[in-house]
């Protein structure tokens, strides 16, 4: 039997195989409000077999976009939108829904990827950054603000509030962002956080903050709700963050019942080399997945399902999320399960779509109106 396409339990939430569609930023927000553009995105990769959707990065404050055009959840109206948008997965699939809860820190205010990304200035439409430190990202950029103590208490909070819109919106699932050098990254590694009070300097002082908005984030919703954090394992710089780090952050975050881990890398500096190739982050997943006893999910360059088996299959991680190649092939949990001669659920309107050679592949989902 493949165990990629076995079940799994993250908190209290049985899944039925052991892939995840990780969170991908669309920039294709108004306001923070999702669009037509979400229902399509968002609604196919709902049909794809996949157990879990996360969906993208979405900002707890308009300060805490990546860009103008990304998705927020810090008011009302995009409480509604996304409510509409999940309403829509819902009716098309059973397939369980997350939403990843972040802020951009220091990297925020820039242009869509497809514009080059640079920083947006205030005349651009941009606006002021904040930080755990006064150090911007790049040099040549506009600096962020540190935040004061005061200013971090109302940013945990507006990360609670976030966390019950998404909730009354109806996600099962609920990520912290604590990644790809973003606020909370920024906080953890010692190469953006230079603060001299008790979020920095040692390695428990810079922990601090993110365990701060996770426990704040878990008591504030209900035990049903399953919460995990995403984090970069190492900055891929000398004398910044790192594996060994990120095993102690992961065991305090068990500390504190979270329900899985999230295993990415980089992004934090320019200054970043990274050894891209398959697999090139599950080596990461696989060292904290052997530090904790919570769910490890490994994500980076996995593309071929007997690879996604063999993950699976030899303990690096307990579940694998894609991301570029779902986008490339969103049917493709479909074709994974032919290979490994699995079964994966389908719209009964598609079942008759399978190639001769792999009949029976596909299964009928549950329709929920």
């Not at 972040?102 to 497809?114: F, I, L, M, Q």
């Not at 651009?124 to 040549?140: D, F, I, K, M």
């Not at 940013?155 to 962002?177: C, N, P, Y």
């Not at 299964?363 to 109106?369: A, D, F, N, V």
């Amino acid at each position: 039997m493949s165990q990629l396409f076995s079940p799994v339990q993250l908190g209290s939430m049985q899944l039925d195989n052991r892939i995840v569609i990780a969170p991908m930023c669309q920039y294709s927000a108004q306001q923070g409000n999702a669009q037509h553009w979400h229902s399509v995105h968002l609604g196919h990769l709902a049909l794809s077999g996949a157990a879990l959707l996360i969906i993208e990065a979405t900002a707890v404050e308009p300060a805490g976009r990546i860009s103008p055009y990304d998705l927020g959840l810090w008011d009302d109206n995009n409480e509604q939108a996304l409510t509409d948008r999940i309403k829509e997965i819902r009716g098309l699939s059973d397939i369980k829904v997350g939403i990843q809860l972040g802020h951009a820190g220091r990297k925020a205010s820039t242009d869509v990827p497809w514009e080059g990304g640079e920083q947006l200035g205030p005349q651009q439409g941009g606006w002021q950054t904040v930080a755990p430190s006064a150090l911007a990202y790049a040099e040549g950029e506009n600096a962020p603000l540190a935040l004061t103590p005061s200013q971090l208490d109302a940013l945990t909070q507006k990360f609670v509030d976030s966390a019950r819109r998404a909730v009354r919106a109806g996600v099962d699932l609920i990520e912290i962002h604590a990644a790809h050098g973003y606020l909370l990254h920024q906080f953890l590694s010692p190469l953006s956080n230079q603060r001299t009070d008790q979020y920095g300097g040692s390695l428990e002082n810079r922990m601090r903050y993110p365990l701060e908005v996770f426990k704040a984030v878990k008591e504030a919703v209900d035990p049903s709700v399953v919460v995990g954090l995403r984090l970069s394992a190492t900055d891929w710089v000398a004398g910044g963050w790192d594996e060994a780090q990120s095993v102690t952050f992961c065991q305090q975050l068990e500390a504190l019942n979270c329900d899985y881990l999230h295993v990415s890398s980089g992004g934090l500096s320019p200054q970043q080399k990274i050894s891209v190739g398959p697999n090139y982050q599950v080596s990461f997943a696989n060292t904290i997945r052997q530090q904790v006893s919570i769910p490890v999910i490994a994500v980076g360059l996995i593309t071929e399902p007997q690879q996604a088996e063999d993950i699976i299959t030899d303990g690096e991680a307990d579940l694998v999320a894609l991301a570029r190649g779902i986008l490339y092939d969103p049917r493709w949990p479909w074709h994974a399960a032919a290979a490994l001669n699995a079964e994966v659920k389908a719209p009964p309107q598609y079942l008759r779509c399978e190639p001769h050679g792999v009949k029976g592949t596909l299964i009928s989902s549950e329709r929920k109106e």
